[in-house]
């Protein structure tokens, strides 16, 4: 029995026909571009409020900017991505367009979507667990 708390969590994002236009663009399977993007913000979209700001940090040599993830695809903003979309991160369809553009430059690096999708949160432990969950969710997806 599938739970109201499960429905919830799984439910599609408000930005999902924006989601797909870009997807269909990219040539981005609609279940892998709608699993990166809840894998990355945990919601539906509620506009473009997920604005890592970025902030200063001092130690003995001085201070610094750290670079924050900005966005729905929360994309680093501190990384050359020579691709269409990259350059205004905090609009929201151009965050989508860079992120699904990473997203599929990765498909052809690695050779397939699943490591894509993992390659898309780096490597290691806390990349294959985000692959489990990315893949949990195109499961919910395509059994909806």
Known sequence: MITFLALIQFALPVDTALLYKVADAQQVPRQVALAVAW???????KGNNYLGPGREQCDSLG???VCREIGRMQVN??????????KQLRILEQNITCGLGIL???KV???NWILAIQKYNGSGPKAREYLAKALGYIGWLTLR
């Open 63 to 65: 201070c610094r900017r």
């Open 39 to 45: 894998m990355e913000t945990r919601t539906g979209a």
């Open 109 to 111: 690096r690695e050779g």
């Open 77 to 86: 903003p501190c990384i050359s991505f020579n691709l269409p979309g990259c």
């Open 104 to 106: 599929s430059y990765l």
